[in-house]
């Protein structure tokens, strides 16, 4: 009988020099060289790339890796030649005649790997050449882009489950740091994952000190003396651009080698702010949240924000960055109240009815296998803008998305109708990320201690206080409480309104309730009780 286990084991030595797998590998990398579906989720540094590639030397054909990220997929690649592996990137500058020998080299199995980013997916052409390489593992690396929940949403991830089929459905590994529940639940869906294994090794990082500084004013003054307390590296996020040129001028003339970052930018002023805070040139980069992927810094001594972010998930994903090393590090979060309601704008936004509807009308005019192209060109839409409403669109019932190709489906709704449709869906997103900044504003204002608020979010119990969060240190964090009573951490729920739930939190006089339609709520232990709106619900089999 085949022990696939210690084949993996076997690879991960010969291969990697890897003599010991940590938690979570090895289960992972034994079930896609199994040939099942695996969702992971693991912290930046805990060997997620060792995952995918181990699998992939056992399983025959090669391995499509999908990366958000040209810098983090050149150095993939060339982590992988280092040991004598053979690995490629694709991207939109890539000649003619490199493109050609890649594909060559992938189809006559002389190259294991081709990393590309989720819109060269988009190019009829590469989808060809891929499909006739017959990948045995399509790896998508930042898994969390592909879900509406996740803050780093790029349209051209929602694409990816219609990929997996036009390449003949390799085994799919999805890869995140970050993912609370109901992201991990629109990943598996939306790449359509059979049955997929999910490995969710932990989110939490001790050596991390957790804290927050509540502010009445401009907090720039408290931020320019904090970091100057601090050692350095570090990075200060705040939500708009015009922020981070105001801050980082700031601490330039208090003397810190500082640099301004956001997506305005032009992508070489980008690359030489991220090679020189990589390089050890700069000591704070002030940042919108477009700075983060890729920088895989061990050294990084603080993250601090500015102002509140928009979810736990955004927020816990950033303050990551930090002590990758393994070493103390620090998370401030400077928070006024009045900034919610910038970010209770930033998740205003809902597509208009009529938009949706000549969508929803141009496709249903079109012939059965229209492209996008041909759609952008009737609708006067970005590729970015037409692809969110075809998604929005689709989940309404009324059109059905390949790769390129858009089709109407028999007996859909008429294009009125299901725009209706989807702008609902679209109000019903905005409200559950409502909840998502209404847990946010919750960690910032809790006397309780904020490790055991934060691991909660994302369904992970902590026995104790940390010990190491400025509530803590304070002596506000109590006990946690007892699990005897009724509607524990994890029981399923269902609510005469909001419907089915789950509970992730339960304070003394407090639960919270991850509701599947309505997002994350908070509610009055006694008030359930009394009025009887939750009734618990017997565990899936």
């Not at 640099?259 to 000591?283: I, Q, S």
């Not at 608020?453 to 104790?464: H, M, N, P, V």
């Amino acid at each position: 009988m085949r022990d696939t286990a210690a084949e993996c084991e076997r690879m991960a030595r010969k291969a990697l020099g890897l003599t010991d797998l940590r938690p979570g590998q090895l289960r992972a990398m034994t079930a896609l060289a199994e040939g099942r579906d695996t969702l992971v989720v693991m912290p930046t540094g805990s060997g997620k790339s060792a995952i995918y590639q181990v699998p992939a030397l056992l399983l025959r054909g090669p391995s499509l890796v999908v990366s958000p990220l040209i810098a983090l997929q050149r150095d993939q690649v060339e982590a992988l030649r280092s040991r004598d592996e053979d690995a490629v990137s694709l991207d939109a500058g890539t000649r003619a005649g490199k493109r050609t020998a890649a594909f060559e080299a992938l189809r006559a199995g002389e190259t294991e790997f081709l990393f590309c980013a989720p819109e060269q997916l988009a190019r009829p052409d590469v989808l060809r050449e891929l499909a006739a390489a017959a990948p045995s593992l399509m790896v998508v690396d930042e898994a969390h882009c592909i879900s509406a929940w996740g803050h780093d949403f790029r349209p051209d991830y929602l694409r990816l489950g219609s990929v997996a089929e036009a390449l003949g459905r390799p085994v799919i590994a999805a890869l995140t740091a970050t993912a609370a529940p109901p992201v991990r639940a629109e990943i598996a869906e939306r790449l359509g994952m059979r049955r997929p294994v999910e490995i969710v090794q932990g989110f939490d990082r001790p050596n991390i000190w957790l804290g927050v500084r509540r502010m009445l004013d401009d907090p720039a003054p408290e931020i320019l003396a904090a970091v100057a307390a601090e050692p350095k590296p570090g990075i200060v996020y705040t939500a708009s651009r015009k922020q981070t040129g105001r801050l980082s001028g700031l601490l330039a003339e208090a003397g810190v080698r500082a640099a301004a970052y956001h997506a305005g930018l032009r992508r070489a002023e980008r690359d030489e702010v991220h090679g020189r805070f990589m390089g050890g040139d700069l000591d704070v980069v002030v940042a919108t949240n477009a700075f983060g992927m890729g920088v895989d810094k061990p050294d990084v001594r603080f993250v601090f924000h500015a102002e509140i972010p928009g979810s736990p998930d955004a927020y816990y994903q950033e303050i990551g960055r930090a002590g990758r090393d393994g070493e103390a590090a620090r998370a401030m979060l400077f928070y006024r109240p009045e900034d919610l309601a910038l970010q209770r704008y930033f998740t205003g936004g809902v597509p208009d009815l009529e938009t949706l509807a000549r969508v929803a009308e141009a496709v249903a005019a079109a012939c059965p296998g229209s492209d996008r192209k041909g759609l952008r060109e009737r609708t006067g839409l970005s590729p970015r803008r037409l692809t969110a409403l075809l998604d929005l669109l689709e989940r309404a019932g009324a059109v059905r998305l390949g790769t390129r190709l858009i089709d109407p489906v028999p007996g859909a709704p008429d294009p009125r109708t299901a725009a209706g449709l989807a702008r609902e869906l679209a109000e019903r997103r905005r409200d559950v990320e409502r909840t998502r900044l209404e847990m946010m504003r919750r960690y910032a204002e809790t006397g309780d201690c904020r490790r055991r608020f934060l691991l909660g979010y994302f369904g992970e119990e902590l026995a104790d206080a940390c010990g190491n969060c400025d509530t803590c240190r304070a002596g506000t964090a109590g006990r946690p409480p007892e699990e005897a009573g009724p509607f524990p951490v994890h029981a399923r729920v269902e609510h005469r309104t909001w419907g089915p739930g789950q509970v992730i939190q339960r304070g003394e006089d407090r639960l919270t309730v991850l509701f599947e339609e309505a997002g994350y709520r908070e509610l009055q232990l006694d008030v359930v009780l009394e009025q009887r709106l939750l009734s618990e619900q017997a565990a899936p089999s």
